[in-house]
């Protein structure tokens, strides 16, 4: 599913999720568990504010909900 995410941007370009959107509803990550990357994406296993994790991925300038 795609997402709307808003990221902390260091030496390259969404380097960290801050807080992501899904429909009306806004998660700010509170914790950032894993990070991983492949070849083609990037990962990041979060909790939100909302106590729920989940699996933010990165592709090629697409945010996915994994």
């Known amino acids: 599913m795609k997402v709307h995410v ?3 941007a260091g030496y390259r370009a969404d380097e960290t999720p801050r807080r992501f959107r899904i429909g009306d509803r806004q998660v700010e990550i509170i914790e950032i568990i894993a990070r ?13 504010d909302d106590g729920k994790v ?7 300038q697409t945010w996915y909900l994994a």
């Open 36 to 48: 991983w990357q492949t070849p083609d994406a990037r990962f990041f296993k979060i909790r939100g």
């Open 6 to 8: 808003e990221c902390y």
């Open 54 to 60: 989940c699996t933010l991925k990165y592709d090629r």
